[in-house]
């Protein structure tokens, strides 16, 4: 009995329809080609380099998004900047009400400047994820074969930085954040994948405050294999005036040896 066989549907996988370009079959070579569609996000790059206009300075976009504050982007400030020389000629949004709440930022940033915060906190600090753990932790942190693979809550501090306050890869550190008189105890991590005046965290931790186990304050059997420091104990005021969302990747620290 003959079995009927379907014809097979190709499909282009990671690429949204509004990210598909139509390209003339003969500025596409064979290898790239996928009928006469390409994905912007798998090869574009290569016929735009063929074609010259990349990497060449001649290759323009105009964007105007309308509805945000900057319908055309411009360049800001963090509110709590490095470069507070800056700020006059790119300072942050004016003060305004979103969501019902006033955002004072602006004034929270000239303070900032009027302080000299960024003397007294002269490194960078942002945060991130690692491979091991997922957002605040508490249930990867609970996994003991992922624990095992990050045990300890830590800043990634260039070299140089390290070498100016006598930290040693693996050694303790204070971290001390610009607003509340915030501190972290953390492990020091001196490594180059930091920039000198940069400094990184994980944010998948929390159980410790302010140097201090917390653990015995877990109910029963709930806490997770590792705890360390949040660094969000450090992280500064900021919000996104369009979705309201907290800034917790762009301040400023000092790291000093515990």
């Known amino acids: 009995m003959a079995v009927e066989r379907r014809p097979r549907v190709m499909r282009l996988r990671w690429c949204r329809p509004r990210l598909l370009v139509?390209?003339?079959?003969?500025?596409?070579?064979?290898?790239?080609?996928?009928?006469?569609?390409?994905?912007?996000?798998?090869?574009?790059?290569?016929?735009?380099?063929?074609?010259?206009?990349?990497?060449?300075?001649?290759?323009?976009?105009?964007?105007?998004a309308f509805g945000l504050p900057?319908?055309?982007p411009v360049h800001r400030e963090p509110i709590y900047t490095p470069r507070p020389d800056l700020v006059a000629k790119?300072?942050?949004?004016?003060?305004?009400?979103?969501?019902?709440?006033?955002?004072?930022?602006?004034?929270?940033q000239k303070a900032a400047?009027?302080?000299?915060?960024?003397?007294?906190?002269?490194?960078?600090?942002?945060?991130?994820?690692?491979?091991?753990?997922?957002?605040?932790?508490?249930?990867?942190?609970?996994?003991?074969?992922?624990?095992?693979?990050?045990?300890?809550?830590?800043?990634?501090?260039?070299?140089?930085?390290?070498?100016?306050?006598?930290?040693?890869?693996?050694?303790?550190?204070?971290?001390?954040?610009?607003e509340n008189a915030s501190k972290a105890r953390m492990k020091a991590l001196v490594t180059e994948r930091v920039g000198k005046g940069v400094s990184w965290c994980p944010f998948h931790f929390a159980g410790w405050f302010q140097g201090v186990d917390q653990r015995a304050k877990y109910p029963q059997g709930s806490d997770p294999v590792v705890l360390g420091e949040s660094v969000n104990t450090l992280t500064t005021y900021g919000?996104?005036?369009?979705t309201g969302m907290q800034e917790p990747k762009a301040t400023l620290c000092q790291i000093r040896a515990a």
């Not at 009400?97 to 955002?103: A, E, G, L, V």
């Open 22 to 64: 139509r390209l003339e079959p003969a500025a596409v070579s064979s290898s790239a080609r996928f009928g006469s569609f390409r994905c912007l996000s798998a090869g574009i790059q290569r016929v735009a380099m063929k074609h010259g206009c990349i990497h060449y300075g001649n290759g323009k976009a105009r964007a105007n």
């Open 70 to 72: 900057d319908a055309i």
């Open 90 to 108: 790119y300072p942050t949004l004016p003060n305004a009400r979103q969501f019902r709440m006033p955002n004072v930022g602006f004034d929270v």
């Open 113 to 178: 400047v009027e302080k000299g915060i960024a003397k007294q906190f002269p490194l960078i600090l942002t945060s991130g994820r690692l491979v091991e753990y997922e957002g605040g932790g508490e249930e990867t942190r609970s996994n003991k074969w992922l624990a095992e693979l990050q045990q300890d809550m830590f800043i990634e501090i260039n070299p140089a930085d390290a070498n100016e306050r006598g930290i040693k890869d693996g050694g303790w550190v204070w971290v001390t954040g610009p």
């Open 239 to 242: 919000f996104d005036p369009v």
